[in-house]
């Protein structure tokens, strides 16, 4: 069964918590994304990776982390720091190719009790 | 300035009808050109790319591009109630790894 697997579907945090978001692909695509979804606004890049053990900043990237340490994985953290983080949160993927296609997962929408 | 604009409807299409929604983009290098369709809750599904000047078509979708005015559009054929979503289009500039979303149209088909 191949594809892109984002888990939890659903999380809750108390303010004050870190959480991470999973993100795991099995199609072997090199790049991956992580995205933030709001109401009414488009999708904002928040880090994004082009290979294992390097990852860039997005435009939102402030209060979040991320870690590559597998082609297969690139787990979001949302931390305290985030004053905001109630959304959707979206990863997909790229493969190398000369299209550039990305892909997206089923997402994980969190929210800040 | 919006990078990327869409309008955000909603678009309102009986069933049967032809369905156009379209995107102007400001960044004149931008090479690539994708339309993704998002059911309420569901995260975005890839339906077109387009790269090149023209339409591109694929069964009831249509992509169409003209540069030189910098704007994008997606027209469905015969469209079904089941096409009721909110269309993203998103545009990638020259030698980036980025894309950059549109706010999104939301399309309605009436029966």
């Known amino acids: 069964d191949g594809g892109i697997t984002q888990s939890p579907k659903y999380l809750f945090r108390k303010e004050g918590q870190n959480v991470t978001l999973s993100c795991e692909q099995n199609?072997?695509?090199?790049?991956m994304y992580w995205y933030r979804q709001d109401p009414g606004q488009g999708l904002r890049l928040i880090y994004y990776?082009?290979?294992?053990?390097?990852?860039q900043k997005g435009d939102i990237a402030e209060g979040y982390s991320v870690s590559r340490e597998k082609k297969e994985s690139f787990p979001l953290t949302v931390t305290s720091a985030q004053k905001n983080p109630t959304a959707f949160y979206l990863c997909?993927?790229?493969?190398?190719?000369?299209?550039?296609?990305?892909?997206f997962g089923p997402g994980t929408r969190l929210t800040v009790l | 300035q919006k990078e990327v604009e869409q309008n955000s409807g909603p678009l309102s299409v009986p069933e049967g009808a032809i369905a156009s929604l379209n995107c102007t983009y400001s960044d004149r290098v931008s090479q690539s050109f994708f339309w993704y369709r998002q059911y309420s809750g569901k995260s975005p599904e890839l339906i077109m790319s387009?790269?090149?000047?023209g339409d591109k078509e694929d069964g009831r979708f249509t992509a169409q591009l003209n540069k030189a005015s910098q704007y994008v559009s997606l027209l469905i054929r015969d469209s079904q109630p089941s096409d009721s979503a909110t269309y993203l289009c998103?545009?990638?500039?020259?030698?980036?790894?980025?894309?950059?979303f549109g706010t999104g149209t939301r399309l309605q088909v009436f029966p």
């Open positions: 990776s082009q290979i294992v053990n390097d990852f």
């Open positions: 997909a993927t790229q493969p190398r190719s000369a299209y550039n296609e990305q892909f």
């Open positions: 199609l072997n695509h090199d790049a």
């Open positions: 998103a545009v990638r500039s020259y030698n980036t790894d980025k894309l950059i």
């Open positions: 387009i790269y090149s000047n």
